[in-house]
Each structure stands twice: as structure tokens, then as C-alpha cells.
Nanobody, 123 residues
Framework: QVQLVESGGGLVQAGGSLRLSCAAS????????ISWFRQAPEKEREFVAG???????RYTDSVKGRFTISRDNGKKTTFLLMDSLKSEDTAVYYC?????????????????WGQGTQVTVSS
């Protein structure tokens, strides 16, 4: 069983930056794919970025060039550095993990989820 805990959310002005962290416990972290999803009010939860156990990275188009995902296997932690934030980035951000499936956008392929962290970008 894998437990995921997100941190680092908060309130930031448009154009600012935040770094989210997703700390994992249980399981074999180095074999997990970790992805970030977000859910804005009255919208579906959507894929943001993911990094596989082999280091393959994928971003959704709206965050390319602004967000950077990385992982530290020694610390069992995944990071999402968010720069040039926009009001439309406001959402609850969740990290999710799967074993062996890879970086995919379908929520159903992720076995484990964190509780989420709120990101609010003021314009």
C-alpha cells in the first residue's frame, strides 16, 4: 500500500511561483509513476504532468514551458515547480501513483491518490 501526501499549495499572485511536493510512503517508490492532476471548481479532474520510474516526463499542453516535474527517489518525493502562474491554474492539485502503467492521462489507471493541496492564483 502506498500513501501520498501533498504539500506546498497556497495563495500566489499571477506571474508568481509555487513548488508542490508529493511525499510517498510504502511500496517501492523507484518503481512508481507519479503524476499530478488538478480539479478546479465545477470541472473534471485533469492530468497536469507525470514522471515515470524511468524518468519519462509528460505535460499537458497548457502548462508546458511553465511547470517542471521532478523526483528524488532517495527522498521518495516528487516535485511540481509551477512558474508564471495564471488565474486558470487555480485548483486543488492531487498527486497520484501507479505501478508499471506509465505516464497516462486516464485517472482510472492510478491506484493511489493523495488528499490534495489548494493552489489559488489571484489576478
Amino acid at each position: 500500500q502506498v500513501q501520498l501526501v501533498e504539500s506546498g499549495g497556497g495563495l500566489v499572485q499571477a506571474g508568481g511561483s509555487l513548488r508542490l511536493s508529493c511525499a510517498a510512503s510504502g511500496g517501492t517508490f523507484s518503481r512508481l509513476t507519479i503524476s499530478w492532476f488538478r480539479q478546479a471548481p465545477e470541472k473534471e479532474r485533469e492530468f497536469v504532468a507525470g514522471i515515470s520510474w524511468s524518468g519519462y516526463i509528460r505535460y499537458t499542453d497548457s502548462v508546458k514551458g511553465r511547470f517542471t516535474i521532478s523526483r528524488d527517489n532517495g527522498k521518495k518525493t516528487t516535485f511540481l515547480l509551477m512558474d508564471s502562474l495564471k488565474s486558470e491554474d487555480t485548483a486543488v492539485y492531487y498527486c497520484a501513483a501507479n505501478h508499471g502503467v506509465g505516464v497516462v492521462v486516464e485517472r482510472s489507471t492510478y491506484e493511489y491518490w493523495g488528499q490534495g493541496t489548494q493552489v489559488t492564483v489571484s489576478s
